[in-house]
């Protein structure tokens, strides 16, 4: 068999994804590109907004359009949540829920004998374990996720998260270690971990983030362990104590906040008010050398007005992000925002995103500007007209002007220049 993807949403679906695509090599089949004519187009799914959902519905389309002798697979969170919409998409051969993962192999192959379409999404059951396939490698990537946690138990208001991937539930410290070892031979030196909802990393099984981060920067060949994005209410000074002991621990702290306004995080069912990120931020930026703060701010939920976004802007700007990823709230059938009062017109939400979005891009801006002057090892991740790009440790892009490929490599610069969301920088230990 021949498949190829295409992958929406976060981190957790770019991993399952190349976990699916290495399980289905293991059993002798190949992984190409969509032009080459593959047996199967596996569509992973996002649902986190209905604009997630058209997307997918559009991508669907456009691949049966123009491979009509492949078959569709929709897979990830849309199929899991919204099974008898997703029946409805004509052009899907097979339907397949998160929890199909590991059997889709067989899956395909019976699709193939019989050619009768395929539905086949489970429920999420609690008290299900953590159960994923894993990777050796990361296609096309200098730095490697690792899935450690799936599930959330937070019900905000507007998310259909816990739906589509169930309650938390953690991966083994063993499977964890036997990973990052397997990644760091295939010659991987960073790695990522994710999940649904990572700050509760082992809420139910008695360990805490910071055993995944041992775990992992216990392998000698990794240099490097970051964390994907983070909910502040479980960043305890115990673990942010443990963090800043860790040598390889890149300090980029991804903090969704959604809203700088009380009565918007109240009404959003987020476990913490802005005094308490205020405060959290603070402690970082005590304990850790030149950090970053980034974040995720939603603009236009159900009865905002003008002065909560207001306060949601002034937050943002005293915070100093050092980036923003804005978004409007987009109404999910299934949440208890959907039936909320005072839904906000897309012409005010469109309004709030640009406010917000240019006032992320100046923190940016600023946030670049801090670090000329600064010696910091990146990770050079590729190389065109003669510039090497990569990451710092804080997550600040750096550009090189050099004519060697750096790729895969961490080297010393020393930043010289800013952009508006980039750096220049001279190599100080040059090959």
Do not use: W
């Amino acid at each position: 068999m021949k498949i190829s993807f295409f992958t929406l949403g976060c981190k957790v679906n770019q991993y399952e994804s190349e976990a699916i695509g290495q399980m289905f090599e293991a059993a002798g089949n190949s992984v190409v590109s969509i032009e080459d004519n593959p047996d199967f187009i596996i569509i992973n799914s996002c649902t986190v907004t209905a604009e997630s959902d058209r997307k997918t519905r559009q991508i669907i389309r456009k691949c049966k359009r123009e491979h009509e002798s492949s078959a569709i697979v929709l897979t990830g969170c849309m199929a899991q949540v919204f099974p008898e919409e997703s029946k409805n998409i004509i052009e899907a051969d097979l339907i397949l829920g998160n929890t199909r993962h590991n059997d889709f192999v067989s899956i395909f192959e019976k699709y193939l004998k019989d050619k009768e379409r395929v539905v086949d999404v489970l429920e999420h059951e609690k008290g299900e374990c953590f159960n994923t396939l894993a990777i050796s490698k990361f296609s096309d990537h200098t730095r490697a996720f690792m899935k450690i946690e799936d599930g959330c138990n937070n019900f905000c208001s507007y998310c259909i998260i816990p739906t589509a991937r169930g309650r938390v539930r953690s991966r083994s410290i063993d499977d964890i270690k036997k990973e990052a070892e397997s990644l760091a031979d295939s010659g991987f030196v960073e790695v990522v971990l994710v999940g649904i909802d990572l700050s509760s990393f082992g809420k139910d099984s008695g360990l805490e983030l910071c055993d995944a981060v041992k775990a992992v920067s216990e392998v000698y060949k990794i240099k490097r362990v970051r964390l994907g994005s983070l909910d502040s209410d479980e960043l305890s000074d115990r673990v942010l104590e443990f963090l800043a002991s860790c040598e390889k621990f890149c300090p980029q702290f991804h903090l969704s906040l959604q809203s700088g306004c009380d009565k918007t995080l109240k009404a959003m069912n987020r476990h913490y008010d802005a005094q308490f990120y205020r405060d959290l931020v603070y402690r970082i930026r005590q304990k850790f050398d030149n950090p970053s703060i980034t974040t995720d701010i939603m603009v236009g939920f159900a009865g905002e007005t003008d002065e909560d976004f207001n306060a949601s802007l002034d937050f943002a700007k005293e915070i100093g992000f050092a980036r923003i990823h804005v978004f409007p709230y987009s109404r999910r059938k299934g949440t208890k925002a959907y039936d909320m009062d005072n839904q906000i017109p897309k012409s005010v939400k469109e309004s709030r995103s640009k406010e917000m979005i240019a006032m992320g891009n100046l923190c940016e801006a600023e946030f670049c500007l801090s670090q000329i002057g600064l010696v910091s090892p990146v990770l050079f991740e590729q190389h065109e007209n003669g510039e090497c790009e990569g990451y710092s440790p804080n997550y600040t892009r750096i550009k090189v002007k050099t004519d060697a490929d750096l790729s895969g490599k961490i080297m010393d610069v020393k930043i010289t220049s800013s952009q508006k969301d980039f750096c220049f920088g001279e190599l100080l230990n040059k090959q």
